[in-house]
């Protein structure tokens, strides 16, 4: 814990030096959640860096990481950060007790850049929380049977919008996201992948079909709508 410590300071010390630093590229494997649990209040050590104007990052979740950026990059122009699916249910706990504290604060510190796209895994009830911090209130959501994570969608916001990557999403949760999110979608799109079959059902279309039908229900503020399959369109079947 102490070498991981270490290391890391190193790594911030020779970031202050290097004044003129413009884009900076990291892509980090490895992470040591329980190396800072000590230090929360970061900014109060950290010095700022303000010459960065394009940032990318690739990287499991990491407590330290977050907080790290927040403090050290507080005027980004440009940021692409694009979290891993959590290898490990310790790494699963902790990114949600994060998140349960700091998402707010963290999707306040992304708003603030002018250009960002970030992607993570996350539950889909976090899409309310998302959608008022994008500029045209879009939301795309495509169901994809080849999608690898399971319990954990993909989810990818921008400042023009959001976009929801799942390899199963029930009707009762996407009923859910429509009740709380509904009145703020100004721009939907759906797309199912045609060998999606309903886990619950062997009749895949009767369940797109459904979908389709609880989306005209609740978004009844959508100015635009794309439907994306190449399967028929009919209303569902009688029951």
């Keep these: 814990m102490r070498q991981?410590?270490?290391?890391?300071?190193?790594?911030?010390?020779m970031l202050n030096k290097c004044s003129?630093?413009?884009?900076l590229n990291l892509q980090i494997t490895k992470c040591d959640n329980d190396a800072y649990i000590?230090?929360?209040?970061?900014?109060?050590?950290i010095i700022p860096h303000f010459s960065i104007k394009n940032l990318v990052i690739t990287f499991n979740f990491d407590v330290f990481a977050f907080k790290y950026f927040i403090c050290k990059f507080p005027n980004l122009p440009y940021l692409w950060l694009s979290i891993n699916c959590p290898a490990t249910s310790a790494i699963k706990e902790q990114?949600?007790?994060y998140f349960s504290r700091h998402f707010l604060a963290f999707l306040n510190y992304v708003s603030s850049i002018t250009d960002y796209d970030v992607s993570l895994y996350r539950r889909v009830d976090v899409l309310p929380d998302i959608?008022?911090?994008?500029?045209?209130?879009?939301?795309t959501i495509r169901i994809n049977p080849r999608q690898t994570d399971v319990q954990y969608p993909k989810i990818e916001f921008t400042n023009e919008g959001a976009c929801l990557f799942y390899q199963y999403c029930s009707r009762a949760q996407l009923l859910d996201l429509w009740n709380k999110a509904s009145h703020m979608i100004?721009?939907?799109?759906?797309?199912?992948?045609?060998e999606y079959i309903h886990n619950d059902d062997d009749d895949g279309d009767d369940y797109k079909h459904e979908l389709l039908v609880d989306i005209f229900s609740h978004c009844t503020n959508i100015g635009t709508f794309?439907?994306?399959?190449?399967?028929y369109l009919c209303v569902p079947s009688e029951r």
């Design 95 to 97: 990114r949600e007790l």
């Design 20 to 23: 003129r630093l413009q884009t």
């Design 4 to 13: 991981t410590q270490q290391v890391r300071w190193i790594f911030d010390d």
């Design 226 to 231: 794309s439907y994306q399959c190449s399967d």
């Design 186 to 194: 100004r721009n939907l799109t759906f797309s199912v992948l045609d």
């Design 131 to 139: 959608i008022p911090f994008t500029k045209n209130k879009y939301l």
């Design 38 to 45: 000590g230090h929360s209040d970061m900014s109060s050590v």
